[in-house]
């Protein structure tokens, strides 16, 4: 008996054991941390803001094409777009977590944070339309929020922006040093102050449609910043690009050596980039592109612009590709692209498209100053990120010097810009095409898929279909006249 | 005192050369007795699966599949490749057909080794004791855990998706979980009068769970061939995981039985449960069950037995999850790695408000909220069973029937709602949706031939059906998943698949392609209609022969091995008919130069329409709302055969194949030796031989994938061929 005592005295201390452990303390995840400093919610949402080259964004600006329709075609898209919302969630948990740790009311995380909305909310409704925005991100308050109007949301866009301005003049006065996890500008609150006039030039420029719009204020909004470049600093050189930096052993450039054996080849240029560069006789075109063989084999040389050109993006896939074989299209430049793992910065926000944002502006007549120098200075800048540096013969040329403030000046400026954004910026490139058609893109061949036809817009998510429905039929209905969130149908910032 | 032990050691030889599976088992149990009221009973068992290298055959190059099956050559000899070492770069380089994407099959088998090694110790020790005739009290204590190793040696050259330096990695991914479970309780078990017997048990239980788990790897390495983390080129990358979860429980059950016709039954069970807010991480849930045995009653003729029984039972529980990965916040940091799963039953850690920190820019980390909104009120999740039951023999046992109609009702169920992503979040964790699976279940046996000196014949046939339905939405939703509403079968499956007109014609474009439709479209049900079984057993004095054949009716899946060998250019039917006239011609133009314009020198003309004018309007289904725009033409427009496929063939309506299989799945012929044979033996009392042949026949509309690894999925992936195999056994019993 003096065995079964001892055992049930174990049996006892088990029972008790497991009931000590703090059972209200277990619902809690332990890997997961329910609080953070700001500066990585930060790293996160600047991680989100950009835009890789080479995807199918630099496909439909038809900088580039595939020819291997076993993993692409370039078809445009058929359907929705991603929104940015959940990032714009974190931008608010950032602002909480500032608070937190009792940084002053306004700080450098929430004048960033009026700059993060104004560009995801312009970066949505740019794809979209209508999107939800007064009664947007407040969670299990408002989980189907009504919709605001393109215009609405533009014009608080502006605002946000003329906000961020003014909270970081104040920081900056104030020497605020506090911004972490900044992978753009290592904290340097000025140069976000650029990138924040900067963006809002770009915004005011994809609303020339709209510049006789009272409520917005088109030209009178970009003439307060041109006119007064103290209180509202824009980018002064491409020191100042806010620009996403790859390395080699973490975020390696998209092309690399790990991956020359399979896109090098499946891959070439298309025309609407590499015809433009080759007919203005454009040095950029050496950087980025090869000869085509067929053309070398018929006696060009590398240095001919004759040997340069890029497949017509519409054309069909089947058709490209065997002209890719036979050498007649120009492939993308191995050497440049594919010889290291860093490739170049992927600019988000530049200074040669703030050089040509002005130059379109003064050519509209919105502001005073000389287009034809921002135009040069948009051109030399792009140039020194090819390492191009003796630029006077390209812009001596008689179809490169501007022509003055008239349609042919614009084209000019629109076309430099569409050059200078190669691989940059995101879907840019495409919503000047949508707003002005330069420069032309390739259309109407089965390569373009949606029946020959660019689409004009993204559909929605489908989870506002669903989830979302009487506000998102609301918001087709009044936006199109109709509720099929067709692809085809033009937004509010298109129409005349 | 009572002990036994037993042990026992298994070695199985891989199909794949250098691959195999150990087992070892130990255990022991003993029953120690104080007096004859008063017992310890434990048990112990421990047991070990180990083995240096498993074959991975999951989509990929890490996959001897991938590299033989879709991407190599028909006419490749395997053992060409035998010797796969480039000279003079041993341990460094192999050689094989190229060098960006695939990797030698036998190189793969000889260096690129993932070792799995598991150690599961499940035991318990109980105390019983007989307070008074019927009436017992039990202390248990019983322990189940599990550690696993798994570790991966990944050569120099080779190369997968994410690892394309292809300079070598080692892996070690380590699991431990560990479960206690300690049960106290009475237990009542007598007849109260001559009519009527109860039993009765109440009790409590304690559940204590922990699990901790972590994944190391190298991000390549310096020297090759060194599997050690202090060999890693750049920074290591090493993720973990743990929990803990405890529940208390308390519970009763009582067993009725009322003059050998009537039987009823009720349990009841309150859980405390760790994963749950605190408000609302107690609740109750309770069965009943009846049987009544009509033949007790009166006397059925030839109905020799008639049973009819029903019961109802519920069970409750929240946010854990069967399966786990390797630390599932980030199980695979740097890209690549076959997912394993374990069983974990654990806590999900899915009602939690908090970040994600992965490493986003240059190895350091950012931070993501949820984006799912947590329920501080949240309810645990519902099951329901109802069932109902026939049992009956018949002539005295010669024939035997057994029907079982079931019911689940799955919910209210812990459902993240999906919602506006404009809130700021995709999703919303509540009580809410029912699911119904209900069905039948029908077994007959039956003797046709019973002669104890000559032929025996035995039948058993199985017969099941079920469809599972949604049947309750969340208050103001009336899809969910994009496609389910109210009433509809849950193994609905939408997929990519081409644009067709009214009546029913692959469209195609300009250049002789097919057009996809911009939204998955509804193929079919995944799910079988029904599943059946036969099994026959023949006897004749000392020799018997048994077979079992068995399938499943209906149900569509995509057949992936279809798909990626037509896009290869593997598939046999690439060769066949017009695909194979146009194949060759293809083949001849491009030996002749004359490979240009598609149009002009292709040679496959795809079947169907081609769109001539309009453009084509869909709506948010993918059905097209413009007819009336659009114009049609029989699709005359040439192409390169392999560009139509590559195209057609990517979409998963053109891999549809039907889930209808059968399989002669098992023969034995066994051979009973005499008795007397051993009758003067003291060794051995009986002994049988057989000869045993599995996998004999397959039914099926393709072959090339095995349905029976697939049996609830849509979409098949690259699997190990089934073999069949044969086989002969000598059984002794000593």
Wanted: net charge neutral.
């Amino acid at each position: 008996m003096k065995q079964f005592r001892y055992i049930f005295m174990l049996a006892a201390l088990i029972l008790a054991a497991d009931s000590c452990q703090k059972f209200d303390e277990l619902e809690a995840d332990p890997n997961r941390s329910t609080q953070v400093p700001p500066s990585l919610v930060l790293r996160g949402i600047l991680v989100d803001m950009n835009y890789a080259p080479w995807g199918d964004i630099s496909r439909w600006n038809q900088y580039w094409c595939s020819n291997y329709n076993y993993y692409d075609n370039n078809e445009y898209w058929t359907g929705s777009a991603d929104l940015r919302f959940t990032t714009l969630k974190n931008v608010i948990r950032m602002e909480e977590e500032a608070q937190r740790i009792n940084l002053p009311v306004v700080n450098a995380y929430s004048a960033l944070g009026k700059f993060f909305r104004a560009f995801f909310y312009y970066d949505m409704t740019m794809k979209v339309g209508d999107i939800p925005m007064n009664q947007a991100l407040l969670g299990a308050e408002n989980v189907a929020p009504a919709y605001d109007t393109q215009k609405d949301v533009l014009k608080q866009v502006l605002v946000w922006l003329d906000e961020a301005n003014t909270d970081l003049t104040a920081r900056i006065a104030a020497s605020d040093v506090s911004l972490e996890g900044d992978i753009y500008f290592g904290g340097d609150l000025r140069k976000w102050q650029k990138t924040v006039n900067a963006f809002k030039l770009r915004v005011l420029v994809q609303l020339s449609k709209k510049s006789a719009d009272a409520d917005l204020n088109v030209k009178g909004e970009f003439s307060k910043v041109l006119g007064n470049l103290t209180a509202y600093p824009v980018m002064e050189s491409n020191g100042d690009n806010l620009q996403f930096i790859y390395g080699s052993v973490f975020n390696k450039y998209p092309f690399n050596p790990d991956n020359f054996g399979f896109y090098a080849d499946r891959y070439n240029t298309a025309g609407t980039y590499i015809n433009t560069l080759a007919a203005l006789r454009d040095p950029r075109v050496y950087v980025v592109a090869e000869p085509a063989a067929a053309k070398l084999a018929a006696g060009f040389t590398a240095t001919d612009f004759e040997s340069y050109i890029g497949a017509p993006s519409d054309e069909g896939l089947d058709e490209m590709a065997t002209k890719v074989q036979a050498g007649e299209y120009s492939r993308i430049n191995k050497a440049r692209f594919f010889s290291n793992y860093v490739g170049e910065p992927s600019i988000q926000i530049g200074f040669p498209e703030l050089c040509f944002n002005i130059a379109e502006a003064i050519n509209r007549g919105w502001a005073t100053g000389n287009a034809g120098e921002w135009y040069n200075k948009g051109i030399t800048a792009s140039m020194e990120t090819y390492g191009i540096t003796d630029v006077a013969p390209y812009l001596a040329q008689s179809q490169v010097a501007y022509a003055g403030n008239n349609a042919s000046g614009l084209t000019q400026v629109l076309v430099q810009k569409y050059l200078a954004q190669a691989q940059h910026s995101g879907l840019e490139s495409y919503y000047t095409w949508r707003r002005t058609g330069v420069p032309a893109f390739a259309e109407g061949g089965p390569g373009t898929g949606n029946s020959g036809v660019i689409p004009r817009r993204f559909q929605y998510p489908t989870s506002e279909r669903d989830n979302n429905t009487d506000n998102y039929q609301a918001a087709l209905s009044r936006q199109f006249g109709n509720t099929t969130d067709n692809i085809n149908d033009k937004l509010w910032i298109e129409k005349d | 005192m009572d002990m036994r032990f037993s042990t026992s050691y298994n070695y199985q030889q891989g199909m794949v050369p250098n691959t195999q599976l150990n087992g070892l088992n130990f255990n022991v149990y003993n029953n120690l007795r104080f007096n004859n009221r008063i017992s310890l009973e434990s048990n112990l068992n421990y047991n070990r699966q180990f083995t240096d290298n498993i074959p991975d055959v999951q989509y990929g190059p890490n996959s001897l599949i991938y590299n033989v099956i879709l991407w190599a050559g028909a006419d490749w000899d395997v053992d060409d490749m035998k010797n796969y070492w480039q000279p003079g770069k041993e341990g460094v380089q192999q050689i094989y057909a190229e060098y960006q994407r695939y990797n030698n099959p036998w190189f793969m088998a000889q260096e690129w080794l993932r070792g799995h090694y598991k150690t599961d110790i499940y035991g318990q020790t109980a105390l019983n004791w007989n307070i008074a005739k019927g009436l017992d009290f039990k202390l248990r204590t019983a322990i189940t855990t599990y550690d696993l190793f798994r570790n991966e040696k990944f050569p120099y050259s080779a190369t997968v998706y994410g690892r394309e330096e292809a300079r070598g990695d080692y892996r070690e991914d380590k699991r431990t979980m560990f479960e206690n479970n300690t049960d106290a309780y009475l237990n009542f078990d007598r007849n109260i009068t001559d009519n009527i017997s109860l039993k009765a048990l109440a009790g409590g239980n304690l559940r204590s769970f922990n699990y901790e788990s972590s994944y190391t790897t190298t991000n390549y390495l310096n020297v090759p061939g060194l599997y050690s983390f202090s060999n890693t080129a750049n920074p290591l990358y090493a993720s973990n995981f743990r929990s803990k979860m405890l529940v208390q429980s308390g519970y009763y059950s009582l067993d009725l039985g009322i003059r050998n016709f009537l039987y009823l039954s009720h349990t009841g069970r309150v859980d405390r449960l760790s994963t749950l807010p605190k408000n609302s991480n107690t609740f109750y849930y309770p069965s009943v069950g009846a049987s009544v045995l009509i033949s007790e009653l009166a006397d059925l003729g030839p109905v020799s037995y008639l049973k009819l029984r029903g019961s109802y039972a519920n069970v409750k529980e929240a946010l854990t999850t069967r399966y786990i990965g390797a630390t599932p916040a980030d199980p695979y940091p740097l890209g690549y790695g076959s997912y394993y799963s374990s069983t974990y039953d654990g806590p999900s850690y899915s009602n939690a408000s908090a970040y994600s920190s992965p490493l986003v820019y240059n190895g350091q980390p950012g931070s993501y909220f949820t984006n799912t909104i947590a329920n501080a009120g949240l309810q645990p999740s519902s099951r329901t069973n109802y069932e109902t039951g026939l049992e009956a023999r018949f002539f005295g046992s010669r024939i035997g029937l057994d029907v079982t109609y079931f019911q689940y009702i799955d919910g209210p169920q812990i459902f993240a709602l999906p919602i506006s992503e404009a809130s700021g979040y995709t999703s919303q964790l509540i009580n809410a949706v029912k699911t119904k699976k209900a069905g039948w279940e029908v077994g007959l046996t039956g003797s046709p031939i019973r002669n104890a000196d000559g032929l025996n014949w035995d039948v058993m046939v199985n017969w099941s059906t079920y469809k599972e339905t949604l049947e309750e939405l969340p208050e103001g939703t009336d899809v969910i998943n994009g496609f389910f509403r109210l009433g509809d079968r849950l193994d609905k499956y939408y997929d990519s698949a081409p644009v067709r007109d009214q009546q029913g014609n692959i469209v195609h474009d300009a250049s002789g392609r097919a057009i996809r439709n911009p939204v998955a479209q509804f193929l079919g049900y995944s799910n079988p209609d029904w599943v059946w079984a036969v099994n026959n057993k023949f006897s004749w004095k000392n020799l018997s022969f048994n077979f079992q054949f068995d399938g499943r009716v209906g149900g569509v899946i995509t057949n992936y091995v279809q798909r990626q060998t037509f896009r290869g250019g593997r598939h046999l039917a690439t060769t066949e008919g017009e695909m194979g006239e146009a194949r060759y011609a293809d083949w001849v133009n491009q030996k002749n130069g004359l490979f240009t314009d598609p149009q002009v020198n292709g040679n496959y003309i795809g079947d169907g329409v081609r769109l001539v004018s309009g453009t084509i309007k869909y709506d948010q289904y993918g059905t097209i709302t413009n007819w009336d725009e659009l114009e049609f033409a029989d699709n005359t427009t040439k192409t390169f055969l392999q560009d139509y496929i590559s195209r057609l063939y990517a979409t998963s309506e053109a891999n549809l194949m039907s889930k209808t299989f059968s399989k002669l799945r098992e023969v034995t012929i066994t051979y009973q030796m005499p008795k007397k044979w051993f009758q003067n033996s003291n060794f051995i009392r009986q002994a049988n031989v057989s000869l045993v042949g599995r996998n004999l026949l397959y039914f099926a509309e393709k072959k090339d994938i095995d349905l029976d690894q697939y049996i609830t999925n849509n979409y098949s992936g690259l699997q190990s061929p089934t073999a069949k195999r044969y086989g002969v056994n000598i059984n002794i019993t000593f």
